[in-house]
């Protein structure tokens, strides 16, 4: 079963619904598996945890 992972800010829950969907759609198709073995990892991580060139994303 592939697994993919996906690391990014906070989204709505029909943000991402439309984001599993569009994933699972292209990884089936490119690698020729059967939607229904895909599993997808949503892992969010807030503004303020999160900085580059040593500033926190929420203060930019």
């Known amino acids: 079963?592939?697994?993919?992972?996906?690391?990014?800010?906070?989204?709505?829950?029909d943000a991402?619904?439309?984001?599993v969907q569009e994933i699972t759609r292209i990884?089936?198709?490119a690698y020729g598996i059967p939607k229904e073995k895909f599993m997808i990892?949503?892992?969010e991580c807030p503004?303020?945890?999160?900085?580059?060139?040593g500033v926190l994303?929420?203060?930019?």
Do not use: C, Q, Y
Not at 1 to 13: A, N, Q, V
Not at 16 to 19: D, E, F, I, N, V
Not at 47 to 53: D, Q, V, Y
């Open 41 to 43: 990892h949503i892992f």
């Open 27 to 29: 990884a089936s198709e």
């Open 47 to 53: 503004k303020e945890n999160i900085a580059t060139a």
């Open 1 to 13: 079963m592939p697994h993919i992972s996906i690391k990014g800010p906070e989204i709505s829950l």
């Open 16 to 19: 991402k619904r439309t984001l």
């Open 57 to 60: 994303i929420v203060d930019r």
